[in-house]
């Protein structure tokens, strides 16, 4: 039996036409059923072997799955299109009946849609972690759906043991370990946010049980929203949503190349029987999406790898050429995550992924160059509004013969991050690469996500057949490193808005970075009378590469800067026969809650001075507000 278990807002369903001459009676009238977990169902034909064993192994996932999203009713929706082996019309009834039976015995209220029907449905899926789940039941049990090609590193990762320490900046280490669900080893009073990185990490712990904030936040904003008429994970952008995920990209795209970085684009699917790419797929950690095209078999790519690598495969290199950076940012990486492990954006199965690989002679240039990226990601992360010193932790995890030969280099880099860090020590090495680091995020459920994050790479210029002429006129094989300078960028994205929100919590008002926000001043007329006036300051604030909108509906002042706060507006300005004739801008500043009378051109000065460094795209929407649709609501 096949079930996909979606919980909803509200289902409606109106019967139209009978299907099949066995068909339920019913009236051709809508229903509708509130906060409900839909089930729609197909029985198939080797749930004959025990009609009564499948209804009960499904009513159990039923139960389990309405107690972990707590809906109030259960719908069962008889939906044949489930499966490619229906069973008879008969058997189906007999065990949606069951079904049913179950439970209402159960308690549980039930409605069901009338099976061998043509239906007009309607559906609103909540959009959090659990809300859409798949089953395929047998009289053994219940099943999963199939979770894409799984890595012998995958496999592998699971089994592996690490050790772990703290290790703080003046170069002490800690031996650390979870005891009766408490970390021990080190004190953690002052570094409460590290404490709650390090028992993520060593609990391995990825499930989400209850929805981030974020997810709230991206669609209060009109930012983000789901797609259900796509794969989990995927996502699609307003125009709000998609001017700052732009910008992210721009921003991190010319800090690389001002450092050096050679961008290049590479395609987005490979030959899954390519021998180096297949060797490479089962020493990453990742489940592959694959497709059957009409020549061959393929993966979606995971990251700009395989094309960097296939291009300086072909190159011609000298040593002169090393250090070389080769950076591409990737619309779109894909890695098929697990369902429970999808978190709105901060876990998803398409994202956008800037990746710079390093080519370096040997292993000395090697921890030169990380150290340099090291410092270039820590302005990058700054410049994005996200503070290591405040919002990130760093992790470290590396073989212990390469920490036992590299522990100055590794305590430079503790050093240099200026508080204790979170290290993984493996005794032997499982992956391609003998180090790497991490900066971390750790959001308002107490769930860790990486943003960036480097790797030191001792195999695949070997596996890839790179190689360089270097001073003795000898071919040698590169140390390659792995830098992704910001993370995914929808993770920027999922990291901005979880600390907006936990700023929030602590009653201050959530902001973006000045640069990020869709609308950077928001013009409120008084009256009717004042909007020419006010549409004249906004045109002549956006010619100096400035947001600026006008809110000219019918609506009080009051109410027009409560629906600029409720849209985080950076900085909000009344006008009225006051400032028409003082030509003074009383100007609210969202960040600090303070009003100021200032002039036209100091506005512009103040703002121009603040994001004169960053990356600029006009606004992405009519400057009226009345002339603007509602995106997600």
């Given amino acids: 039996m096949k079930i996909l278990l979606l919980h909803s807002d509200f289902i409606e369903w109106e019967p139209r036409k009978k299907a099949i001459p066995g068909a339920e009676e019913a009236e051709k009238k809508p229903v509708r059923v509130r906060e409900a977990l839909a089930v729609f169902s197909a029985v198939e034909k080797p749930d004959r072997e025990n009609l009564e064993q499948v209804a009960e192994n499904t009513v159990k996932e039923i139960l389990k799955v309405s107690s972990e999203v707590k809906a109030r009713n259960i719908v069962i929706y008889p939906y044949v299109h489930l499966s490619q082996e229906p069973s008879s019309p008969d058997t189906a009834l007999k065990v949606l009946d069951s079904m049913e039976a179950l439970l209402k015995k159960a308690k549980k209220k039930v409605y069901r849609a009338p099976f061998g029907w043509y239906k007009a449905f309607n559906i609103r899926v909540k959009g959090h972690p659990l809300s859409e789940l798949s089953r395929s039941i047998s009289p053994k049990g219940v099943s999963s759906e199939k979770i894409g090609e799984v890595s012998e590193a995958l496999r592998k990762e699971k089994a592996l043991k690490s050790k772990w320490f703290v290790l703080e900046p003046g170069g002490k280490m800690h031996k650390i370990e979870i005891k009766n669900g408490r970390l021990q080893g080190f004190d953690f009073s002052k570094h409460e946010n590290l404490r709650k990185f390090a028992h993520h990490e060593m609990a391995k712990s990825r499930k989400v049980k209850e929805e981030p904030p974020h997810i709230r936040l991206m669609r209060k904003l009109q930012l983000v929203d789901y797609e259900s008429a796509s794969d989990p994970g995927n996502f699609r952008y307003t125009p709000y949503g998609k001017l700052i995920k732009s910008l992210l990209e721009e921003y991190v795209t010319r800090k690389m190349i001002e450092n ?374």
């Fill in 260 to 633: 050096g970085a050679m961008e290049v684009e590479t395609p987005i699917m490979y030959d899954y029987e390519h021998p180096a790419l297949k060797d490479y797929l089962n020493r990453f950690p990742a489940r592959q999406y694959t497709i059957e095209t009409p020549n061959k078999r393929v993966f979606l790519r995971f990251s700009a790898c395989f094309g960097q690598f296939l291009i300086l495969h072909d190159s011609n290199i000298s040593y002169k050429n090393l250090p070389m950076w080769l950076y591409e940012l990737t619309r779109y990486s894909f890695r098929v995550e697990q369902r429970g492990e999808l978190a709105g954006l901060r876990r998803l199965r398409a994202f956008t992924m800037p990746d710079c690989h390093a080519f370096t002679r040997d292993m000395l240039q090697a921890k030169e160059e990380m150290m340099r990226r090291f410092r270039i990601s820590k302005e990058i992360q700054v410049g994005m509004g996200i503070s290591p010193k405040k919002d990130l932790e760093l992790a470290i995890r590396m073989v212990r013969d390469f920490h036992n030969k590299n522990k100055g280099f590794v305590s430079k880099m503790v050093k240099e991050w200026g508080k204790p860090v979170l290290v993984e020590m493996w005794d032997k090495r499982l992956f391609y690469f003998v180090m790497k680091y991490e900066f971390n995020f750790v959001d308002a459920l107490d769930k860790a996500a990486a943003l960036t994050t480097d790797q030191i790479d001792i195999e695949n210029a070997e596996r890839y057949g790179i190689r360089y002429t270097d001073v003795d006129n000898k071919r040698k094989y590169p140390i390659i490193l792995h830098l992704s300078p910001s993370g995914a960028i929808e993770r920027v994205i999922y990291a901005l808005l979880e600390k907006a929100y936990m700023q929030m919590q602590k009653k201050k008002n959530p902001v973006l970075p000045l640069w990020l926000a869709p609308t950077q001043v928001r013009i409120c007329p008084v009256s009717d009378k004042h909007l020419d006036y006010a549409v004249k300051i906004a045109e002549d604030i956006s010619k100096h590469d400035i947001r600026v909108d006008v809110e000219d509906r019918d609506e009080t002042i009051p109410r027009k800067i409560q629906n600029a706060e409720s849209e985080w507006i950076s900085m909000i300005v009344v006008v009225g026969d006051k400032e028409k004739k003082s030509g003074k801008l009383a100007v609210r500043f969202r960040e600090t809650g303070e009003i100021k009378n200032i002039s036209k051109d100091v506005l512009i000065k103040d703002i121009r001075d603040k994001t004169a460094d960053f990356p600029f795209r006009p606004l992405p929407v009519p400057m009226l507000l009345s002339k603007r649709p509602v995106f997600i609501g």
